[in-house]
């Protein structure tokens, strides 16, 4: 059901005894119903006043917490229209740095999980061998998991690390970078390669979108200071939710001479 203006909207209750200012609390009762299926995208929320009524609070308090969720993309906003559910989370994601899923959903105020898909260990593959520098007969650890950012898929990740390097896969749990930091392994710099590609049903279904939606396919290889290969992923990025920034620097033209003048 779509909620218009002025309508009740069905909310987590807020507590002004949590610690949790009371924005934040309305920030995540919004997510959670977005979450649950109780508000779909594109859904009209009642406006500030008739929330602030509802909820017994102010409509500081309100536009506050409206303010950071359209900042976070779950809402939008539309000139004299009101305030919507965002068709889908979009992120920018820059390509100049090097930082872990983690991290990035961290830095944007999101709470970043992994389901599990699989992890192993056993021989490399001739792919895995070539990437990682490796050895016929080396071994791999294998960590394969979907990463979410407040519940929301966003992509597949398969990583494969050497086993000198992390012998158990079951040690990660959900920062893949922060075991390697541990163990005295943390990438200092990665190569990259991405192009686009149509999901699989297999994939589609992981990520919540219909099969053959597009997707980024991103290969990294990252490196140590030292130059140690220590990490193969490759992913897929949900194409609607993500938007990939790359920073260029402008070279200079040459100065004209006119010596032969």
């Known amino acids: 059901m779509t909620h218009q203006a002025g309508e009740a909207l069905s909310l987590l209750p807020l507590n002004e005894a949590n610690p949790t200012p009371l924005y934040l609390q309305l920030q995540q009762s919004i ?5 649950k299926g109780a508000l779909k995208a594109d859904a009209a929320l009642p406006g500030e006043r008739d929330l ?23 809402l939008v906003q539309r000139w004299g229209s009101g305030t919507f559910i965002a ?13 872990s899923f983690t991290d990035d959903m961290s830095a944007r105020g999101l709470k970043s999980s992994a389901v599990m898909l699989s992890r192993s260990t056993g021989q490399a593959s001739t792919d895995e061998l070539m990437a990682l520098g490796l050895s016929p007969g080396d071994r791999v650890s294998r960590v394969n998991r979907l990463r979410l950012a407040n519940g929301i898929p966003m992509a597949i990740e398969n990583a494969v690390i050497p086993s000198r390097v992390l012998p158990d896969p079951s040690l990660v ?3 893949l970078y922060a075991v390697l930091h541990e163990k005295g392994f943390m990438p200092t710099r990665a190569l990259q390669r991405l192009h686009a590609v149509l999901l699989t049903e297999e994939q589609a279904s992981l990520l919540g979108v219909p099969p053959q939606s597009p997707a980024l396919y991103i290969e990294r290889r990252s490196f140590t200071a030292t130059g140690e290969v220590v990490e193969f992923t490759s992913s897929y990025y949900r194409g609607d939710a993500y938007d990939f920034v790359a920073e260029l620097t402008i070279s200079q033209p040459e100065r004209m001479h006119n010596d032969d003048t």
């Open 52 to 74: 602030a009524k509802q909820l017994g609070i102010s409509r500081v308090t309100v536009r506050k917490a409206i303010t950071g969720l359209v900042q976070k993309g779950v």
């Open 87 to 99: 068709q889908q989370m979009r992120l920018e994601q820059p390509l100049s740095r090097l930082s």
């Open 31 to 35: 997510e959670e119903a977005v979450r």
């Open 173 to 175: 749990q959900q920062s």
